[in-house]
Nanobody, 123 residues
Framework: QVQLVESGGDLVQPGGSLRLSCAAS????????IGWFRQAPGKEREGISC????????YYTASVKGRFTITRDNAKNTVYLQMNSLKPEDTAVYYC????????????????WGLGTQVTVSS
């Protein structure tokens, strides 16, 4: 079983950048595919990016492609989400989640979830 803790959320102006971290404990992260999800007020949770555990393959939803980058540092047992050119519509609680199955992460049904970190993009 793996425990996940997100950090790095903040208030940032439009056009700014943030780097979110997802630190894992209880298990070695490289066994797991990791996804980043977000949920804005009044909206459904959406998957925005994920990274495979076998070949490092990545996925981005269209609204963040070219602006966000997911990376993993297995030595630090941490996955990052670099977010650039932030827009007000990126405001949400951001969650990382893990599963040994990449399919489960892509399907939005990973087994393990963090508690989230708030990102607010506003001038």
């Amino acid at each position: 079983q793996v425990q996940l803790v997100e950090s790095g959320g903040d208030l940032v102006q439009p056009g700014g950048s943030l780097r979110l971290s997802c630190a894992a404990s209880g298990s070695t992260l490289h066994y797991y595919a990791i996804g980043w999800f977000r949920q804005a007020p009044g909206k459904e949770r959406e998957g925005i990016s994920c990274i495979n555990n076998s070949d490092g393959n990545t996925y981005y939803t269209a609204s963040v492609k070219g602006r966000f980058t997911i990376t993993r540092d297995n030595a630090k047992n941490t996955v990052y989400l670099q977010m650039n050119s932030l827009k007000p519509e990126d405001t949400a609680v951001y969650y990382c989640a893990a599963d040994r199955s990449y399919k489960a992460v892509v399907a939005g049904a990973p087994a393990y979830w963090g508690l989230g970190t708030q990102v607010t993009v506003s001038s």
